[in-house]
């Protein structure tokens, strides 16, 4: 899968795609990133990327001429694949989002700065936008680098684990539940026992409950569209008994 990403600092995403999975990831060949300064394609020898608002206001705004020639000298007119804007204006960015966004072989992404991109990037140019949370950034480097790194990991081969990804929070509707490691005994903590006993059958119910448990203490929301079953939902239902809550209020 190929990634080209267009910013005014290309150089914020080179330390983080050197290491770890993500790197492992290109020089195995699964995915391939290509960076793209929007600089580049200015016409003016101080190669101005970015204007006063019409109309007025603080703040900055992203000129659209430096934008869509960069965009279209790399991915054609019109762009032949999605080319996402990261904005906190965008639809929010999930784990769903992420496996769709994995069956493409190529994505666009557009790293907005300073007050916005011109509107007639949003209408004329972008195919979507993304936002990865309701807050503001100083722009949008490092939530491109969040939905690469999450697209990433849903690609097959890309994570050591076959079905790592599946496991993740969010890839069954379900955050995921505790993980323990060696020692077995830390400071008088113990690792719980059906972890230790190898009866598998055993040890994937004890995680579905403990995903279930955690999903409902921390998300409830998640649940409301999560298919339980009449096992699951006996379960929900003696952890609202423990907490002393009446189920039937939920």
Not at 124 to 134: A, C, K, M, R
Not at 225 to 236: A, G, H, M, V
């Amino acid at each position: 899968m190929r990634f080209d990403v267009f910013s005014l600092f290309v150089d914020v995403f080179e330390p983080y795609l050197a290491a770890s999975i993500l790197n492992r990831a290109i020089q195995d060949g699964y995915i391939s990133v290509y960076l793209h300064d929007i600089r580049a394609w200015t016409r003016d020898r101080h190669h101005v990327c970015d204007d006063t608002p019409y109309g007025g206001g603080g703040g900055m705004v992203m000129k659209p001429e430096p934008i869509f020639t960069a965009v279209e000298n790399v991915m054609g007119a019109p762009p032949a694949c999605p080319l996402i804007l990261m904005s906190p204006q965008g639809r929010p960015f999930t784990q769903k989002l992420a496996q769709e966004l994995a069956a493409h072989d190529r994505i666009g992404i557009l790293c907005g700065r300073y007050e916005g991109v011109d509107e007639r990037v949003r209408q004329h140019l972008v195919t979507d936008e993304i936002s990865i949370g309701d807050f503001v950034l100083t722009g949008g480097e490092l939530p491109a680098l969040m939905v690469m790194d999450a697209v990433a990991r849903t690609i097959e081969g890309v994570l050591g684990d076959p079905n790592g990804a599946l496991q993740d929070s969010f890839a069954t509707d379900l955050l995921e539940g505790p993980h323990y490691t060696k020692p077995a005994e830390f400071r008088g903590w113990q690792v719980p026992e059906v972890l230790k006993s190898g009866d598998h059958a055993r040890i994937n119910q004890w995680r579905h409950e403990q995903a279930l448990q955690r999903t409902w203490e921390r998300r409830p929301d998640l649940l409301e569209d999560f298919p339980l079953t009449k096992q699951d939902r006996s379960f929900l239902q003696q952890l609202q008994q423990q907490e002393g809550t009446d189920p039937s209020e939920d």
